[in-house]
């Protein structure tokens, strides 16, 4: 499913958090937003969920404006994984996977043998099988956000939208979900602080500061020196082949011998 996003300013508090942004991300391709922290990414992606609605603009699934759907619709097409996984849910692991089937049935429909097969599928997948009887609330942070991303498998929606997934997940299981969401051959959208995970799994970056969008592209043509020190404020080492870059960061103010990293992700 193609996703556009036609010149959508969103303004928040009387400020423009994001400011005529225009993006086309065709179907079946892996985006990556990236930018500092405010710089209007999360924002933008609200838009496509329905969960922020633009000042001006347009968004659009396969050029039908997401506005014009009906809830039911929307969640068919948009399956949303948020990066802090709610702590109140009074429902099992199990339970709350199944949530992800809710758009698929009738109301007040029973579970078919064919929700139940698609979720443990998905629990599969997310590496959450053994946790199905477990409540949601009991979970650790990176737990919950392994059931948040079986819930969206389990939804089926053609258009993945991940807000900071890696958020509470250690370095194994970001690779995980990252190589999983990638396999699926589904659109998806995902708002990243790493850029090194965005390089190794993204078909594209697109690059926002101060909510416009300032970069777009392929993550070894735009994540140059100079772009990477204006929009994030840090030096940067790029290791590895032009291919299959690696950054180093510092921050500017600091020594390189103290403070650079180059962890790959």
Same mark, same amino acid.
Not at 116 to 119: E, L, M, N, T
């Given at each position: 499913m193609r996703v556009e996003f036609d010149d959508v300013t969103v303004t928040l508090g009387g400020r423009d958090v994001v400011r005529q942004a225009s993006l086309i991300v065709e179907s079946g391709t892996m985006v990556g937003l990236v930018g500092p922290n405010g710089s209007g990414k999360s924002?933008?992606?609200?838009?496509?969920?329905?969960a922020l609605k633009p000042r001006q603009g347009t968004v659009a699934l396969d050029g039908q404006d997401v506005r014009r759907l009906s809830g039911r619709q929307a969640a068919r097409a948009v399956a949303v994984m948020l990066q802090d996984p709610p702590t109140d849910f009074d429902l099992s692991v199990h339970e709350t996977v199944l949530l992800g089937r809710a758009?698929?049935?009738?109301?007040?429909?029973r579970d078919t043998p064919e929700d139940?097969?698609?979720?443990d599928e998905a629990m599969r997948r997310a590496e959450i099988t053994d946790l199905g009887d477990r409540m949601v609330a009991t979970l650790s942070g990176g737990q +919950?956000?392994? =059931?948040?991303l079986a819930r969206a498998l389990a939804q089926e929606s053609p258009?993945?939208?991940?807000?900071?997934?890696s958020n509470h997940l250690d370095i194994s299981h970001q690779h995980e979900l990252m190589s999983t969401v990638r396999s699926l051959?589904?659109?998806v959208l995902a708002a990243l602080h790493d850029l090194n995970l965005a390089t190794q799994y993204c078909d594209r970056v697109v690059v926002l500061a101060a909510g416009r969008i300032v970069a777009d592209g392929p993550p070894a043509r735009v994540f140059t020196p100079d772009l990477i020190r204006t929009v994030f404020g840090v030096d940067v080492r790029v290791l590895g082949d032009t291919d299959d870059p690696v950054?180093?960061?510092? +921050?500017?103010? =600091?020594p390189s011998t103290s403070a650079e990293s180059s962890v790959r992700s």
């Open positions: 924002s933008l992606l609200r838009t496509l969920y329905r758009p698929h049935r009738a109301s007040f429909g139940v097969r698609i979720v +919950r956000q392994r =059931v948040m258009v993945l939208v991940l807000d900071e997934p051959g589904r659109t950054f180093a960061f510092r +921050r500017l103010d =600091v």
